[in-house]
């Protein structure tokens, strides 16, 4: 038995998107809560919570909401200013290992360290050489969420970004995932439970236009190619589908047009926890991809 895992408080993720937060309560393998926020316009600026005052009143004083300082609140981020980075480096061990990693970080993105909280993490180990990911995110996007959710009167323990998350919360460690907002989409391609790219695009139609799945499509076929022209040798890409999660993801599935357009088959999978109602399961997925990696831990 894991007593740690027994003794653990719940998980509250939290997530500041445009126009609304969304939050779950979970633990022990399962969601046992989670709401919906309304924010007004501005609120959330360019990634950054323009006033965290105000947010994590909106979100305290919200009549559903349960959450407590008690728990272990965890925010979900956008992938806005975010830089990702994988370096081959020798592989060392120990401390030395862990100052060549700072040094090359400050070597090979000098602005990413000198404006960004960067994150790093060792990953695929080959015979002279290992990969170590690296993700840079701007100061005032981190720091403005956590002070929200201080706000709220919550205690803020880690944070993720949305889109690593939802990759979680579906259990695709291979696989091309579109998070779709009315007005955003979050763009990742992951390779071995990695992610390769990560993008955000603000869509400048609204969900009711045909320019809106237009400029999705246009993002999406960018995106592919991007990845493809830089691993044309990654021969099981094409045969990847396209996931969606998000709250707007059914209208990307409805209308039916991005299958040819993009050769992918196009799927909106179930998260590995679910959630009630069970569909909106996709709307919440980097809270519950947020839950999973604190169960993991």
Not at 183 to 210: M, N
């Amino acid at each position: 038995m894991n007593l740690r895992a027994l003794f653990r408080q719940p998980v509250l993720s939290v997530s500041f998107q445009q126009s609304e937060a969304l939050w779950a309560i979970g633990g022990r393998g399962r969601i046992t809560a989670s709401g919906r926020v309304p924010l007004p316009p501005g609120l959330v600026n360019d990634g950054v919570v323009t006033d965290p005052e105000r947010a994590g009143l909106l979100l305290r004083e919200a009549p559903d909401f349960t959450g407590n300082a008690r728990m272990q609140a965890v925010a979900g981020l956008p992938a806005q200013r975010t830089v990702v980075r994988t370096l081959k480096l020798p592989p060392l061990q120990g401390r030395p290992f862990a100052e060549m990693v700072e040094r090359e970080i400050r070597r090979e993105l000098p602005v990413v360290a000198e404006n960004a909280y960067v994150s790093w993490t060792p990953g695929t180990r080959h015979a002279d050489s290992i990969d170590v990911l690296a993700i840079g995110l701007a100061r005032d996007v981190l720091d403005s969420h956590v002070a929200a959710l201080r706000a709220a009167g919550l205690a803020p323990v880690a944070a993720d970004l949305r889109l690593i998350a939802s990759a979680r919360a579906l259990g695709l460690p291979d696989c091309i995932l579109a998070s779709v907002e009315a007005a955003e989409v979050e763009l990742g391609i992951f390779r071995g439970g990695v992610p390769v790219i990560l993008r955000h695009v603000a869509l400048a139609a609204s969900p009711g236009d045909s320019a809106w799945i237009d400029q999705i499509q246009e993002e999406l076929l960018r995106t592919n190619k991007f990845y493809f022209d830089s691993h044309r040798d990654d021969s099981a890409f094409n045969e990847l589908p396209i996931s969606f999660t998000g709250g707007a993801a059914s209208r990307v599935i409805l209308s039916g047009k991005l299958g040819a357009a993009t050769g992918h088959e196009i799927q909106m999978p179930p998260a590995v926890l679910t959630l009630h109602p069970e569909e909106e399961g996709p709307r919440f997925a980097a809270n519950i991809g947020l839950t999973l990696k604190d169960m993991a831990a």
